[in-house]
């Protein structure tokens, strides 16, 4: 088995502003820090090689909170600088998914006490789920260093050839059930060879305009489209999620309907709902359904699955959703933190889960094993991933069996910030005929192509090894 460690990191934090507001659960996104990781690793004869992960800090989704997005936006920025120290100090050598496990079982949540008792009076401490969107973006580096100290691919490390340790290391079945992961290996679970091209999910926000009476003269006159018809047939898109309220009823019926009504008309195909987290009881939600089935039948019929519409602290929120998912499929996406909880949603009657490289790459592979094992269905969902964000993202969904294609909507809101990324990859920072095309993705690691790119990156944020 080959070791590496690592042994130096910059940190970048890229400013990316939308041109139109993303609205999700109670809150509207703006802006964001993308954590761009450079990371340097070398195995114990001193050959070193380098890798990259970048994840958007999405604020407002890893950290819904009444206090200022700047606070938050600040601790999460400093909380990946403390992370930097770690993954660099800590020493420690091996395969990713070893490596990348063992810092989410012991060295994250330490880290996460450590930085929560230096917090001032005037903040929250920060939540595991925004703990798990800074780390990611080191986790998916060093995924990407070690296939590159190899020369493969990052999805061919996978295998027994590669890692000491079987899946019953990392995971455990559930009670009373004949699933073992006894000789198993991620690479077992992966779809070889992987889709190179993918049904593309748009988002359709809560402040989107449908049609023209919801224009406020205030859009971007900036030659990418506005109005949803537009979008359509522009992307030659198939496939809608819809973000809703999750606590307005009325405002929510009308909005799937006319969302629905117009891709209908454009020969969209299947629609999502999203309720982000809002919803506080499983009525709101078969009430919701049960209407779209007497009086909206065919949006009904091409309503594919239902995404997280309860709070995502699991633990303490366990409620049973058999009333829902007896009607649709329902995913879990924000609870969906790592497999334990999976398990737990399947308890509770969850039948699928939403996948996003933002929650680390490791975890995203083991959580992806033990749900197909369980025939649990699979999604990958985006995080509005602009330029290195989008390509792990779109590998992800294309080695497994998602439900239905892959969300990639960062074209809509920032689309100019993944220029020089798009010169590379055009496939991916822009849909066609409905679809992303990652022929482009070549080479080892996560195919980056970084020396491609030409892209002006500023001085590190934070530079930590030598």
Known sequence: MEYVKPVKIELYFIPVKTRIPLKFGPEILTSVNCARVHMFVSDNKGKVMDGWGETPLSVQWGWPSSISYDTRDRDMKEFSKLLANEWVN?????????????????????????????????????????????????????????????????????????????????????????????DKYIEDYLRIPPRDRLLAWHLVGGTDPIDRDELTGNEPDDGYPVLLEDWIKQDGLRCLKIKLRGNDFSWDYSRIVKVARTGIKNNVLWFSIDFNCTVKDPGYVVEMLDKLLYDEPEIYARTLYIEQPFPYDLESNPIDVRCISGKKPIFMDESAHDWKLILYGRELGWSGVALK??????????????????????????????????????????YIDTIMGVESNSMQFYPSASEPEAKVHPGLYRRRDGMLDLSSIKGPGFGYRIEEIKRELPEPDFIIGE
């Not at 005037?122 to 780390?135: G, K, R, T, V």
């Not at 033990?370 to 294309?398: C, E, F, R």
Request: aromatic share 12%.
């Open 357 to 398: 490289t933002c929650k680390t790459q490791t975890s995203a592979l083991l959580s992806y094993c033990w749900a197909k094992s369980y025939g649990m269905s699979v999604m990958v969902q985006d995080l509005t991933n602009p330029m290195l964000a989008q390509i792990p993202h779109v590998l992800l969904a294309s």
């Open 90 to 182: 800590l020493n420690l050598a091996g395969h990713p998914v070893e490596i990348g496990d063992i810092f989410l079982k012991y060295a994250l949540p330490l880290t996460v006490i450590r930085f929560n008792s230096s917090l001032k009076e005037s903040s929250e401490n920060l939540p595991w789920l925004a703990a798990l969107i800074c780390n990611s973006a080191f986790d998916i580096a060093f995924h990407d260093a070690y296939a590159k100290y190899l020369g493969l691919p990052v999805y061919r490390i996978y295998s027994k050839q590669f890692m000491e340790n079987d899946l019953s290391h990392y995971l455990e079945p559930a009670n009373d059930t004949q699933v073992s992961f006894k």
